[in-house]
């Protein structure tokens, strides 16, 4: 993914890109020498840029399950009094080991094929389908293979649940093995896999799908980067499946043992709310949205047809996130708790969506 670059001082850029701009402290040519070197150091690489340090403030109000898909919360309460799942986060945690023994998992390598030979055995007997294309890029052609699988419902309504799988394409000869990076969206999909998969679903149906060729070839562009979801978010407006999606969540970078999940602005306004009040309500709130920066993801192509979207990423991974996009992204930097905070918060949020409209939702964890 893609931070964006800073628009005012008092912003702080991220990236592989480690340098910070704090523009108060800095004399004027040395915040253009920062923003020089940034700029030389963000191409190809993610770039976000800050534009409030607060954190939302968390509502004790709950939001509708279904609201429109305008910026506007909504206001009415969904209802809930049954106990939401868990998720396993030792399994969760194993399925990331499991991947990262592959090695690097860039498009079109042997070990991306590998990947998802990994994830179709761990789908068998579900509805899985592929939406497989060849993708034009700086670096020729290369094979791209989105995975869907579908657990139907007995309510209206699609909630998707996204994650690339594919690595880092510049780093494919290196040691870089995207633990965070690539290994945690694909796991955590494995394992919310194991929750909605069996009878059919007593709420909205649930489609998890591991994006492919999320990751730049050369240099990240729109041209360049999230091949899989634009060609997924174009087919789907085709076909006339966005018309059916409630909201669609991107996971992403959600592994970090020290997790801290941004509030992503380029995200929809009141879906992101509803994440946040689960959130509280499973008493993981200190792990969301201290910090909010737009960053360029999966999620973009369905927010620009008109998909409510939400983009759960972390994108400070290690001190001025310098973990990213290096082989530094390994597995000791992971902790299952954070894959647990996130899995179990979007159980909640599912949870959410499944829920007639009615009666306050309440706490469903100690
Ligand atoms: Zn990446």
Redesign the pocket.
Known sequence: ?KINHPTKTQKLTKGVCSLSLRGTSCPSWLIGFAILLTTIALAGC?KTTETQAAPATPSVKTDSPTPPPTETPASEAPHSSSPAPTINPARAMQYVKEIVAFGPRPVGSPNHKKLEDYILAHLKGDEVESDSFTADTPEGKFPVRNIIAKYPGTKDGIIVIAGHYDT?YPLRNSAYVGAN?GGSSTAILLEFANHVRGKKRDGVTVWLVWTDGE?AIKQWSETDSVYGARHLADKWQKDGTLKKIKALFVMDMIGDADLNIDRESNSTPWLLDIVQQAATRTGYQSHFFARTVAIEDDHLPFAKLGVPVADIIDLDYGYGNVFH?TPQDTLDKLSPKSLEIVGNTLLEVLHTFDQPPGLPVVATRP
Do not use: P
Request: glycine letters at 0%; charged letters at 35%.
């Open positions: 993914m993610a880092n990076d990751e996009h």
